[in-house]
């Protein structure tokens, strides 16, 4: 299983668990999974056209996806997905 962290701003979408359990052999997968569960939390995390939106971070076991592979990102049992939101202001 994969452990999805969700950020307090994500977790109403998810009924407030601050982590989930899926499966997936990619991060692709995995989100897939995640929106048959939760809909609105992955319309949060995904554009309309499938890509992960840029104002959102996603990190696997630590290191961002946009380094790894992003959607196809390969993942295992046991590993972390954390999902956190950008932060701006000025």
């Known amino acids: 299983m994969i452990s999805v962290k969700l950020p307090t701003l994500l977790r109403a979408h998810a009924g407030g668990e601050p982590q989930v359990q899926v499966e997936g052999a990619t991060l ?3 989100l897939a999974t995640l929106g048959e569960r939760y809909p609105d939390l992955v319309r949060s995390i995904r554009g309309e056209d499938g890509a992960l939106h840029r104002h959102v971070n ?14 196809e990102t390969p ?16």
């Open 28 to 30: 692709g997968e995995a």
């Open 58 to 71: 996603v990190y696997v076991n630590g290191e961002d996806v946009r380094y790894l592979g992003a959607l």
């Open 75 to 90: 993942l295992g049992d046991g590993d972390t997905v954390a999902i956190l939101p950008s932060v701006a202001g000025g």
